[in-house]
């Protein structure tokens, strides 16, 4: 088993710039590729990025693309999402996610383990 605990959101303007941060205990989180999800009222769950186990590989959502990176330090068992530039749009209940593997999954339904969520807030 796998806990995921996020924390790090809360309210910014737009414009504004927040980091996100997942920690993991239980099993070896280094064996583990990470992601970040976000899902809006009243709209699904959807992808926003993804890191692989050696941290050398990510993919991101074309709507963060460029505003968003994703990283993580296994020597903490912690993945973090550095958010820049942040508009009202992306404003949802961020998860992180995680699941043992070599790719770099993008469809929550291959994730295996969920934190919580946290709430980010964008104000115009």
């Known amino acids: 088993q796998v806990q995921l605990v996020e924390s790090g959101g809360g309210l910014v303007q737009a414009g504004g710039s927040l980091r996100l941060s997942c920690s993991a205990s239980?099993?070896?989180?280094?064996?583990?590729?990470m992601g970040w999800f976000r899902q809006a009222p009243g709209k699904e769950r959807e992808f926003v990025a993804t890191i692989a186990w050696t941290g050398r590989s990510t993919y991101y959502a074309t709507s963060v693309q460029g505003r968003f990176t994703i990283s993580r330090d296994n020597a903490k068992n912690t993945v973090y999402l550095q958010m820049n530039s942040l508009k009202p749009e992306d404003a949802a209940v961020y998860y992180c996610a995680a699941v043992e593997t070599r790719l770099l999954p993008v469809s929550q339904a291959l994730y295996d383990y969920w934190g919580q969520g946290n709430q980010v807030t964008v104000s115009s």
């Open positions: 239980g099993r070896t989180f280094s064996s583990y590729a």
